[in-house]
């Protein structure tokens, strides 16, 4: 079982790793977000497998909440200043035929 929770965790890092791509490649911020968001959440899921792994699981759920909680909120806040900014929306094109 140690030997399944260790490959998972590496398995995890490399898709994390992938969303890091996305990340700092998205054509828009709406994507960057949601790539940090997914990063967040990832890192979320590593951390309790390896308290798993430790065996330690009780310490490393209580950190886990805790990021997942900040993940939550940054993306939130994130979202918010980038939804007051239309221009994350609209392409320049369609911003001047609405005008």
Do not use: C, Q, W
């Not at 798993?52 to 699981?57: A, C, H, R």
Request: glycine share 10%; net charge neutral; no cysteine.
């Amino acid at each position: 079982m140690h030997s399944f929770f260790l490959i998972s965790s590496i398995l995890l890092v490399l898709l994390m790793g992938l969303s890091l791509i996305r990340t700092v490649l998205g054509p828009t911020i709406l994507d960057r977000i949601l790539g940090g968001n997914v990063i967040g959440t990832k890192t979320t899921v590593l951390l309790l497998l390896i308290g798993l792994l430790y065996e330690n699981l009780s310490m490393f759920v209580d950190i886990a909440l805790a990021y997942a909680l900040l993940n939550f909120i940054a993306t939130l806040g994130a979202a918010k200043f980038f939804l007051r900014r239309l221009a994350v929306y609209f392409e320049k094109g369609e911003m001047e035929e609405g005008s």
